[in-house]
C-alpha cells in the first residue's frame, strides 16, 4: 500500500494514549504510544524548546497505519530534569533514544522522525556502530549531525569559499547568546512564556497561534535545554568526527529556515550510504506550520522501504 493510494486525512479520529516510563541511569524518560499496534512503529524526537506536544498535530495524521512513540527529551516535558551540563551531550541522548527504542520495539526496527535538537541527536544515532539493524529509516527536519556542519565548515573555508560558511554563522550567531551562563536565564525568565513564543512564531512564520501547540512547562524546558547548546556545539564544530551511516535518510530542507541554511546539507552525502532530499519553501517550526508534509513525506519514505 503506497501513500498514494491510501491518503493522510486532514481530520483523523482520536487515538488512545497509552503512557509509559522508560529508565536508563537515572534518568526518567516519559513515553507516548499511540496508533495501530499492528503498524510499523515511527518514533518522533521533539527538539529545542519544545516536549512531545511539537508532534500534536502529526501524530493524528499517521496512526491510522502506523504505531506512534513520542517521548519527552532529558531536561524537557515530564522527563528527568539533570543538572549538570555534561549530561546533556549528544551521546547521552542518543543512549536515551536507544533505551526508548529497546523498551518500545526490541524485536523489530523502527523508523525514526526529528526536529531541531531532536534530528541532532538522531544524527548521533543513526551513525553508531549497528544503527542499520535497529533503525529502518530516518527523516531528518530543521536539525544537523553538528560533525558533518563542522567537517562543511572546514572544508569550505580550506577552498577559501567563504559565504556559505559565513551566512551560516550568521544565522546560528544567537547560539553564543544561548551559551552564556546567565543572560539567557534571565531572558526566558523574562520572556519565555507560551503567549510571546506564539506571538513569535506569528511573526516570523506566519504560523497561527492555534497550531502551536506547548507545554505548560514551556518556560522551563527552555532554561534547562539552554545546557544541550554548552554541552554540543564547540566541541563538534571545532573538533568533528568523521560519523557516516548505513541507515536511509531523508532530508526535509526548509529553505525559509531562520536558523539553518540549506547549504549546509551540501556534503551530506558524502555520509550517508542512501539519501534522499526535499527542499520546501517553509519555516524552521514545519511540524506547527504543516504537519501534513511531514506525515506525507514520512509515510512514502517508509512505503518506498
Known amino acids: 500500500?503506497?501513500?498514494?493510494?491510501?491518503?493522510?486525512?486532514?481530520?483523523?479520529?482520536p487515538v488512545t494514549v497509552t503512557e509509559t516510563t522508560v529508565h536508563r541511569d537515572g534518568v526518567d524518560l516519559q513515553v507516548y504510544i499511540q496508533?495501530?499496534?499492528?503498524?510499523?512503529t515511527v518514533i518522533l524526537v521533539h527538539g529545542w524548546p519544545d516536549d512531545h506536544h511539537l508532534w500534536q498535530a502529526v501524530v493524528p495524521l499517521l496512526t491510522d497505519r502506523y504505531r506512534v512513540i513520542t517521548y519527552?527529551?532529558?531536561g524537557h516535558g515530564r522527563s528527568t530534569v539533570p543538572a549538570d551540563v555534561e549530561s546533556f551531550r549528544l551521546t547521552e541522548f542518543a543512549d536515551d533514544f536507544f533505551a526508548v527504542l529497546d523498551a518500545v520495539s526490541p524485536d523489530e526496527p523502527v523508523h525514526v522522525v526529528g526536529h531541531d535538537w531532536g534530528s541532532v541527536q538522531l544524527w548521533e544515532a543513526v551513525c553508531e556502530p549497528g544503527a542499520a539493524e535497529r533503525?529502518?529509516?530516518?527523516?531528518?527536519?530543521?536539525?544537523?549531525?553538528?560533525?558533518?556542519?563542522?567537517?562543511?565548515?572546514?572544508?569550505?573555508f580550506a577552498e577559501k569559499r567563504l559565504i556559505g560558511p559565513l551566512a551560516q554563522l550568521a544565522s546560528s550567531a544567537y547560539t553564543g547568546f544561548f551559551m552564556t551562563p546567565v543572560l539567557p536565564k534571565l531572558f526566558f525568565r523574562t520572556v519565555g512564556t507560551p503567549a510571546v513564543w506564539r506571538r513569535f512564531l506569528r511573526l516570523i512564520e506566519g504560523t497561527p497561534a492555534e497550531q502551536v501547540?506547548?507545554?505548560?512547562?514551556?518556560?522551563?524546558?527552555m532554561i534547562s535545554g539552554l545546557r544541550i547548546y554548552r554541552a554540543n556545539i564547540a566541541a563538534h564544530l571545532i573538533r568533528p568526527r568523521e560519523r557516516h551511516t548505513e541507515v536511509p535518510v531523508q532530508l526535509l530542507v526548509n529553505r525559509r529556515d531562520i536558523a539553518l541554511r540549506p547549504a549546509i546539507y551540501e556534503d551530506t552525502d558524502l555520509w550517508v550510504s542512501q539519501l534522499s532530499r526535499r527542499d520546501l519553501s517553509t519555516g524552521h517550526w514545519l511540524p506547527f506550520s504543516d504537519p501534513s508534509v511531514i506525515a506525507e513525506s514520512?509515510?512514502?519514505?517508509?512505503?518506498?522501504?
Do not use: C, Y
Request: aromatic fraction near 4%; glycine fraction near 6%.
Open 72 to 74: 519527552d527529551t532529558r
Open 135 to 156: 533503525i529502518a529509516s530516518f527523516t531528518s527536519i530543521s536539525g544537523p549531525n553538528l560533525d558533518h556542519l563542522g567537517m562543511w565548515i572546514r572544508k569550505r
Open 1 to 13: 500500500m503506497t501513500a498514494q493510494n491510501a491518503p493522510l486525512h486532514l481530520v483523523p479520529d
Open 213 to 221: 501547540h506547548l507545554s505548560d512547562r514551556l518556560q522551563d524546558d
Open 298 to 305: 514520512v509515510a512514502e519514505f517508509i512505503e518506498s522501504r
Open 35 to 40: 496508533g495501530a499496534e499492528d503498524g510499523q
